[in-house]
């Protein structure tokens, strides 16, 4: 039950990456790119969520999938938010450009937790969430405004 558990919070904590990227519409191009990218890692986080939860049945082809999603979405972090640009529904606080090295590494920690997580069954997949909602929690932490 303790690994159920962990995986709710965990799918919790994703889902609130997406939430994020949905919020208020931006209009500035890189904003419009940082968002989706989020969108990109919520929606993988969400596939691999439902399946460790039960809530989805495993499928290893889509959880490879969510999973190679993940790591190409973690792998465009620095170019997509290497412009500081501003737009009201931008979501960053400005420690991300200040902080630069360290913003890196944490997306380097996303994709690092990605690239090791087993999809070959609901179990595994679950195990290893907790370390990819750690790195998301990390980041959001110290970079993403809270609303």
Partial sequence: MKSFAKTVLVSALLFSGAAFAAGTAATDPDVIARKDLMKTIGGAAKTLGGMA????????????????????????????????????????KPEVWTNWDDFLAKGKALSDAAAALDVASAESIGAGMGAIGGTCKACHSDYRVQK
């Fill in 53 to 92: 939860s039960g809530e989805a049945a495993h499928d290893a082809a889509a959880a490879e999938a969510a999973k190679q999603a993940m790591i190409a979405a973690a792998a465009e972090i620095e170019a997509k938010f290497t412009n500081n640009a501003t737009d009201p529904a931008s979501e960053s």
